[in-house]
């Protein structure tokens, strides 16, 4: 996977918010103050419109730019924490030495990415944050990283995504603007669980397309 590719995903994931931008908007009215979508989406607009300068760099060079144009250009709680997980993303990779992603650099990438949000949002799991649905994907793809193929990484990362998410209606919030609701805030999903389940799911959505195409390509 070269950085076209990892372009390709930052599309088809500025696509899934616009698809799922319902959603994400009315779960921020409920529980936060509805800029969620609105931070979300500016995010993705401002990483589309550096698309053709970072298409020549290595992958660790563009996640270390996107992470900091992020930083100074998203607002609210998430906006800093993104920021930091494509921050640490692009050290990560440029450790790793390679030009080329693949699971076996991009699961510590995206573990490391992880970590820096803990350390930034000074949150962990089951505190009701996007954190309860990067926790558990991180764990599951650093398990199955250099042991599964890669259809069967995407099929777990999109139901571990997808249950982390789900398990965050019952929980109560102790970080964020979710916090100050106490009790009221249970029975809501919060929205950046949800953002970061779409984004995950259209990540592995376009990686399977990927290799289906290639797959075809090469029976044909
Ligand atoms: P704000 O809360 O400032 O309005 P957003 O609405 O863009 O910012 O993002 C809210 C999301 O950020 C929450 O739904 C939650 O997932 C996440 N979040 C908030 N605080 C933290 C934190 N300390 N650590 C991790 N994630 C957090
Ligand atoms: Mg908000």
Known sequence: MKT???????????????????????????????????????????????????????????????????????????????????????????????????????????????????LRGKASLGEKTMLDVLIPVAKTFAGLAGQADTPAICHALRAEALKGMLSTKDMLATKGRAAFLGERAIGHIDPGAKSCQVAITAICDTVEQAIGASTTTAVA
């Open 4 to 118: 076209d590719f990892v372009l390709q995903c930052i599309l088809a994931l500025q696509q899934a918010i616009e698809t799922h931008q319902a959603d994400i908007e009315s779960l921020d009215r409920e529980i936060g103050d509805g800029d969620h979508l609105i931070n979300i989406r500016r995010g993705c607009t401002v990483v589309v419109a550096m698309i053709e300068d970072l298409r020549p760099l290595p992958p660790h060079e563009a996640f270390t730019r996107i992470g900091k144009k992020l930083l100074s250009s998203i607002g609210g709680a998430s906006g800093p924490l993104i920021a930091s997980f494509f921050l640490a993303m692009g050290d990560s990779l440029r450790a790793s030495e390679q030009e080329t992603i693949t699971a076996t650099n991009f699961s510590p990438a995206f573990s490391a990415g992880v970590e820096a949000i803990c």
